[in-house]
């Protein structure tokens, strides 16, 4: 992970410790990603394609994450990086997160879309 994540995440997780108290994650440190629930994936408008319709799938049918702390997180699966140069250094760039459509779930899940078609 680029250095500069390292101070952000720290700064992150105490902006959250002050506001909310220590955090009980459930699953991984950052993001608290855990493939268990309660909510899932197709619920989140972070899922790569959900806003638009088109879910993105992979060939075993997992998804991709694009929050930015899912995609930051160092326990979460990733996409792997382009391969991209700028003829003096690689472009390093967070990835989207791999995650279980039907299962998986983080402590940022958003789905504020199916409660607006509810009302």
């Keep these: 992970?680029?250095?500069q994540y390292d101070v952000a995440l720290v700064k992150?997780?105490?902006f959250v410790d002050i506001?909310?108290?220590p955090m009980k994650w459930k699953g991984t440190k950052l993001a608290g990603y855990a493939a268990a629930g309660p909510y899932h994936c197709q619920d989140c408008?972070?899922?790569r394609g959900r806003v638009?319709?088109?879910v993105f799938r992979d060939?075993?049918?997992r998804g991709r994450c694009m929050h930015p702390i899912m995609m930051a997180d160092p326990q979460v699966e990733h996409e792997e990086p382009p391969?991209?140069?700028d003829n003096t250094r690689e472009i390093e760039q967070p990835q989207p997160a791999i995650v279980d459509i039907a299962f998986g779930c983080c402590n940022w899940v958003d789905n504020d879309l199916r409660?607006?078609?509810a009302e």
């Design 1 to 3: 992970m680029p250095p």
């Design 59 to 61: 060939a075993v049918g």
């Design 115 to 117: 409660m607006k078609k």
């Design 83 to 85: 391969q991209e140069r």
């Design 45 to 47: 408008k972070w899922l």
């Design 52 to 54: 638009q319709g088109k």
């Design 12 to 14: 992150l997780q105490s």
């Design 19 to 21: 506001a909310t108290g």
